[in-house]
Structure formats: C-alpha cells, structure tokens
C-alpha cells in the first residue's frame, strides 16, 4: 500500500492528511509521532490510492478502503504526482477542507519561473532572469549579462539539470535539449560564492533552522542529493528577514528557501523557494506545532503561530539533522 495508516484516526481528535508518497518517510517518522503527541491524528494518503466520491453536492474521500473526513490537508506532491495532487487538492478546498501548501502554491514554487515572477513582485528576487524557447533572446540575454550564466530546469529539483555556461557557445547543450523536449529554458547569472549555500526553512512564513550545504571538491552544485556537505547555520536577521519576503512570495506555509551569499557584492540572494523540502527534526517539531494548531482553527494559527525555537546560534548537535545525513556534516 502507497498510503500510510499505521494508526487509524481517532474520532475524537483533529484530522491531518498529508497528501504525498514515501519519499519523505525519514520525515514522516519525526513528523506523526510529534503530531499525535498534539493530540491529533495523521494519516498519509497516496494520491494515487484516494477516491473521491461527489454525490447530491457532497464529496466524500476515502483510500484502501478507509473513508475520512480531514481537518486539515497538506500538501506534499511534486515531479509527476504534482499535477494530480493538485487536482485532489482543489477537490479538498472545493469541499470546505483548509489546505495548508495549495495546489496553486505547489505549482508557483515547482516552477522556476512562476517562483522568479512572484519573487520579483515582491523585490525578493535582486538578478536578471530569462526563460522562453527562442535561442536568439537567450544569446543575447548572455552577452548583455557579459558573464556566466546557470541554466535550470524549470521544473525539477536536487540539483539536477543544473549546468553553467561560460561562453554563448557553451549554451547549445541547453537549446538543443529545448528543440528536442519542447520544454522551455531558464536561465539565471552565475552567483560568486563560498562554495555553498543556505538552505532555510520556513514555518508560517517564519525562518526556523538553517542549513549551509557544501558543494564536492571540485564542484559547485551544493545540493545533498549531488553529494554535497552540511553544517547548521545560524540563522540571522538579514538571512531570516530574506527567506521570509521570499516565502510569503510563493506562499509557502511549510518549504524552503534556498539562499545564497553573493561575494562579488556581499549581498545575499534568493535562489530557488521550495514546497515540498526535505525537513530536519527541528523543522518537523516547529511544523507539527503549526499544523496542530491549524487543524483546531487554520485562520487563528495562519494569524498568530510563531516558532518556540528559532535556531538563531551556532549549534553543532548532530541530532539537529536525520541519522542519514550524520555522515555529511561538516567539521568546524
């Protein structure tokens, strides 16, 4: 079974349904735990495996044979359960169920370019970007910058597609996969830097615990799934200040914001917001605060929900990240 009911609601407790597969079990073994010890009961439900029953302008949900009725959903879909995950997640709202991370939220941080849109409108953004299939604007856009570029995917994530371009011809790996995928591209200057990044997670639009992640000897993507390094960061007020602007932009309730610290300028930037990132027990405790709360009253805990902790010092505490990831910390 895709779905997780490892212990059945209880009719006497809010309902959470997390709306999303197993990638994220390490997660959702700090996650349920903490959120039954709130006084609430969690299920995960596979969107593959839900059904949903419209009758006389009712809806009804149910999977593997188990009808609920959620207090509150979250969602947790993205790459190719994004879009129907979305469309059960309008379904939830159509019937009156609070969503916390909405279909149009997912689809705004899982798309680059909506992301750069909504970060831009909210000055949240501080460099050029280019998307689109036409390789004359993109040549252009690349001698105008007068400097290297990063090309993404638009859709995507842990690092992957992830290539820099020097020169103009370095860019026809990219717009040959264009011509053959139909997919447009997006495209970004390259960001002088440490060798790293921050990974800062949001709760409530409020920044909770941060990560630096270390690019590999040798590389630069920085990102856990392409091998590289982290270390806790302590979380200050420009960092905080930052991936708040960004989060409220995309509008992600629980996500990330991946930051990075331009040394050309000493100015930070926003790089990419995520909805659907993998968290850290800190951030899963923090978030199983919030999402208790919203089941009894979303408005209420949307209005007034602030962290307990913010990680705000150094800590070196290994229990501040997975056991999967203890062999990646970074030495002091």
């Known amino acids: 079974m895709l779905s997780r009911f490892n212990e059945p609601p209880r009719p006497d407790q809010p309902l959470i349904v997390i709306l999303s597969d197993d990638t994220d079990e390490e997660d959702h073994n700090v996650l349920f735990p903490a959120l039954r010890d709130r006084g609430t009961s969690v299920i995960r439900v596979h969107p593959h495996e839900l059904v949903v ?155 909770v615990f941060a990560m630096y992640r270390y690019a590999p000897a040798g590389q630069w993507v920085t990102n856990v799934k392409a091998g590289g390094q982290i270390a806790m960061c302590p979380l200050t007020e420009d960092i905080s200040a930052l991936a708040s602007r960004a989060s409220r932009a995309v509008g992600t309730l629980i996500g990330g914001v991946d930051i990075g610290e331009d040394t050309a300028t000493g100015e930070l930037v926003v790089y990419e917001v995520n909805s659907c990132p993998t968290c850290e027990p800190p951030v899963l405790l923090a978030a199983a605060d919030f999402l208790a709360a919203a089941a009894r009253d979303v408005d209420a805990a949307v209005r007034t929900w602030r962290p307990a902790k913010v990680y705000d010092g150094v800590d070196d505490d290994p229990a501040l990240f997975h056991p999967s990831k203890h062999g990646l910390i970074r030495q002091r």
């Not at 953004?125 to 638009?154: F, Q």
């Not at 992830?162 to 447009?184: C, F, H, I, M």
């Open 53 to 207: 029953n419209i009758r006389d302008g009712v809806q009804s949900f149910s999977a593997a044979g188990l009808e609920f009725t959620p207090d509150l959903v979250v969602g947790w879909v993205l790459e190719d359960l994004l879009f129907p995950g979305m469309a059960h997640l309008e379904a939830f709202a159509a019937a009156g169920v609070p969503v916390i991370n909405s279909a149009l939220t997912l689809f705004r941080a899982q798309n680059k370019y909506v992301t750069s849109a909504h970060l831009a409108a909210e000055r949240a953004l501080g460099y050029p970007v280019i998307t689109g299939r036409d390789p004359v604007a993109l040549r252009s856009w690349m001698a105008e910058l007068g400097g290297p570029a990063v090309t993404k995917p638009v859709f995507g994530f842990g690092g992957r597609g992830l290539q820099r371009a020097d020169t103009a011809a370095d860019l026809q790996p990219v717009l040959a996969g264009v011509e053959q995928s139909g997919e447009n591209y997006y495209a970004m200057p390259w960001v002088q830097n440490p060798g790293r990044d921050i990974r800062v997670y949001t709760v409530n639009h409020h920044a």
